[in-house]
């Protein structure tokens, strides 16, 4: 480890509970640095968020940054453990595979994937051992990207890359779906990161009501028809708020019903297929095409 990281981590386990405050000329005794380089490694600190100092007491704490990424760390891990449950009922919902993202905060034109539920489909969208995928072309990233728009303003400002013929790297040819995407709820990825793949995703939010992950399903073209979409699109929604309501998020002023919502008010669905004795919300056409019943293909 470099020494210069050792004295930063060495001054950041310096503030507990017991001393949340340090003085430059005790905190330089504690650590045995040379006030002149811990003065150095303060005022950098300082110029990041990571520090803070009381104008009065001229005394060092903590700053709101690492308040931030800490509660940001312990949101992921909730949302995850909160997210998985629900996931298994959208995959069983849905006969197709989900994934749960989040926008990388250092590249926004990056998903990173934190969960993943398989479809037991013999053909589904396999993305293998990916954990990323590019945020501006997967219905996960969409379904955040357009819900903050300083994220989004820095991935205008970087060239993006054409993954298949329908990848969206017009700036305004993205905002205008991405404008598509809060109107309708969820966002849709229509081939335009792997050939012949179709996602829908929208966005969890916490309690603040900031989107801080996208949940969505994927599955081949043939199976994802526009009349499937629609169909699927607002249970994808209505799973994505459940999860917002579970991390404290109250949604104001919801008008409709979803399609889920409405369908547990009613109860057993007729024609419904079901898997190990569990209602499936589904119904797979008769044709063979669209939806099919989570492992009958």
């Excluded at 006030?35 to 700053?63: C, F, N, Q």
């Excluded at 990207?145 to 017009?170: C, D, F, I, M, S």
């Excluded at 889920?260 to 008010?265: D, G, K, N, Q, V």
């Excluded at 004795?277 to 119904?283: N, R």
Aim: include cysteine; glycine fraction near 10%.
């Amino acid at each position: 480890m470099l020494r210069s990281f050792r004295k930063v981590f060495a001054i950041m386990d310096a503030f507990t509970q017991e001393e949340p405050e340090w003085s430059l000329a005790d905190l330089s005794r504690r650590l045995k640095l040379a006030k002149p380089t811990l003065h150095h490694i303060m005022v950098t600190l300082m110029e990041g968020g990571w520090i803070d100092r009381d104008p009065a007491s001229k005394r060092y704490r903590l700053g709101l940054r690492l308040w931030e990424k800490g509660w940001l760390a312990i949101n992921r891990m909730g949302v995850r453990d909160v997210a998985r449950p629900l996931m298994e009922r959208l995959v069983d919902e849905c006969g197709e595979t989900a994934r749960l993202g989040i926008l990388d905060e250092v590249d926004p034109r990056w998903v990173l994937y934190v969960d993943r539920v398989e479809s037991q489909h013999a053909v589904r969208a396999d993305s293998g051992a990916a954990m990323r995928a590019p945020s501006y072309c997967v219905a996960t990233g969409k379904a955040m990207l357009a819900h903050n728009p300083e994220v989004l303003k820095r991935l205008l400002g970087q060239p993006l890359r054409g993954y298949t013929n329908g990848t969206l790297v017009n700036n305004a040819a993205l905002v205008r779906d991405l404008a598509l995407t809060r109107e309708r709820g969820y966002s849709l990825n229509q081939s335009e990161f792997r050939a012949d793949v179709v996602g829908i995703a929208a966005p969890v939010r916490n309690h603040e009501g900031k989107v801080i992950a996208g949940i969505g399903i994927s599955g081949p073209a043939y199976r994802l028809a526009p009349a499937a979409v629609r169909r699927i699109g607002p249970v994808v929604a209505a799973t994505a708020r459940e999860i917002s309501r579970c991390l404290g998020y109250a949604q104001q002023g919801v008008a409709n019903e979803t399609l889920l919502e409405s369908r547990r008010r009613r109860g057993p669905v007729a024609g419904r297929g079901r898997r190990g004795g569990a209602a499936l919300s589904v119904q797979a056409d008769r044709g063979g095409r669209g939806l099919r019943a989570r492992g009958r293909q």
